[in-house]
């Protein structure tokens, strides 16, 4: 009787922790690089490099395309961030005032349960361009139902990928990385500022 006591204790905190790790969650993150492109590039080789990586990389693309700035500015603009509440969750919005670029563009991972908004800006200035990659990352993961198998085992799936691949941050790390990488087939470009950095 006391083995039996003891298996049922162990079945029993075995399938609270597993509820714990599955507990539906949904984590948003937001990360940019900035990016140094020497005068010895057009306007639009800039512009082309950054606007084929994204549609490359994504399921969408939108590019405003404005007049670049005269007299030609010291220094370049800067992304801002915007908060937004919806209820009781703020979310931060990336804008690009003054680019003379603006690329958005966004990726749905529905089966990892991952969704990454991406907003480029290129800023003209005397020295040449500066590229400005935001990205907004949202990732779910648990299940809403831990006694439907398909959601428990898609909600496992998930976290053990999670694991093994270092979360929405090491995620985020990697995709700016392949974001960067598509557009340096076409410019070279110098990394100025980044958060989160490595």
Known sequence: ?????????????????????????????????????SNDYTLTQVRNAVVDAAKELNNNAQVVSGIPPHPMPEKPGRFKIKDMAFGPVSMQFPQTPGATVSVRSGNDNSARGTSMNW????????????????????????????????????ALARATLDS????????????????????????KMELEEAYPQG
């Open 1 to 37: 009787m006391k083995k039996l006591w003891r298996v049922l204790a162990i079945a029993s905190i075995t399938l609270i922790t597993s509820c714990a790790s599955v507990a539906p969650t949904t984590e948003t993150y937001t990360g940019y690089r900035i990016y140094h492109v």
């Open 119 to 154: 907003v480029a800006g290129i800023y003209l200035y005397k020295d040449g361009y500066s590229v400005q990659l935001v990205m907004t990352a949202r990732h779910e993961r648990g299940a809403s139902n831990i006694f439907d198998p398909a959601a428990l085992g898609a």
């Open 164 to 187: 093994q691949d270092g979360g929405i941050e090491g995620n985020s790390k990697k995709w700016f990385d392949i974001f960067a990488d598509e557009i340096g087939k076409k410019l």
